[in-house]
């Protein structure tokens, strides 16, 4: 086992780097950084990058991403649209601000967005010269730890994603990996300890001003209503440079576990351990526990477990789908969180043509599908059913019938599915047909 865990992670690495330079920015990394990736530099750390961050190129590069991610207004309340009609004297603002290391961000604007289950998730929204200048930083280094990174983790980073783990954790379970550790860190990214993620970062990097740069984004105030205060921990969620810091942070899990053997599958903080028997997924937990506590961070108590999951009760749940007895499952709360999304757009006194309702709920339900298609097909006949019942409820309230749902007979024999079919409703049973025989 000693003798081949070198080899494994040679080759996992040596594949991301062949893949790097497809999305490398080739106008901040030249031919000749891209060959001291590829070749190594002394020490195995990167010096002066600094003057990559504040180049104006770099800049401008950055501010075309961040303007075309969109995005609300931070704290001092300077939209995109405002910063388009001045971008030119601002990026040169902070192009020379950056130089003379004059640069201090501004404090983040707490918002909050709903979570299932009637819960929000607290979100940061740091002001758009502050993203700018995180995006030109990840620009600059998301390729020295990509380089570093392995194919066990997918969340948040360049031509990976959901789908990629899915398949992999499909795949294991076909290999009879079948008893799984669920691991879920309890609040990860407003736990994230500051000086063990530096220390990360300075085993890389040794240009003191871009550390200190990104320092001041970790200790960035945080503005809520009327108060204001300095975290001590954590990477707030919606700033650009957090999920690559999330990720830097949990490498030493991803190298740890893959030198003892596990076949783990990692998105962001949400991970799984997949195992052939119980014994080896009880031990595969022990080393995560130790692994969390010496990092300080927590294991959910109630949303980590250990279990079968060929065994009704004992599955698993992963990006939005649930794992069990051989079968593959919309998570509840995604479900619920789909037909919240319908609910929203077939409010019974929603105005608009029926034809432009349809056209509206679409995208949502191709969307949907597209992400979905592999869970077990039940699911969809269910959903489609609900979607016809909202859109027959909106005719029926327009016909003046106020107490009916769209779920009687006679609403459905007055509005049968053909209508909508005519209509040209989406509906995900028969888009499922239709992949199962191409298949």
Known sequence: MQKQIPSVLETTKQGIKINSKEWIETSIWTKSMLRALDNGVKGDI????????????????????????????????????HFVANEDKYLNELHISLKNKT?????VKRVYIPKAGGKKRPLGIPVVKDRIVQTAIKLVIEPI????????????RPNRGCKDALRRVDHLLKADYTWVVDADLQSYFDTIPHDKLMKHLKMKISDQTLLDLIQKYLKQDIVDNLKQWTPIAGTPQGAVLSPLLANIYLHPLDVMLTEKGYKVVRYADDFVILCKSEKEAKKAFQFIKEWT?????????????????????????????????????????????????VKEKTKRTR?????????????ILRGWFEYFKHAFNPTFKGNDGFVRRRLRAILLKRNKKRRSFGRSINAHRQYPNSYFARLGLFTSYEAWVVASESR
């Open 103 to 107: 640069y201090n961000p501004k404090p």
């Open 46 to 81: 990167w010096f002066s990058l600094i003057d990559k961050v504040y180049s104006l190129k770099t800049l401008k590069i950055a501010w075309k991403q961040v303007s075309s991610n969109k995005g609300s207004a931070g704290i001092d309340k300077m939209s995109i649209k």
């Open 351 to 363: 105005s608009g043509s029926l034809n432009e309702i349809i056209a509206d709920l679409n995208p």
């Open 145 to 156: 730890f990509e380089n570093e990174f392995l194919d066990v983790s997918y969340g948040f």
């Open 293 to 341: 506590q010496q990092a300080n961070l927590s294991l959910h108590p109630d949303k980590t477990h250990i279990g079968n999951s060929l065994v009704k009760g004992e599955g698993f749940e992963f990006l939005g789908y649930a794992f069990e007895s051989k079968k593959r499952y919309v998570r509840k709360k995604s479900l619920k969180s789909f037909r919240d999304k």
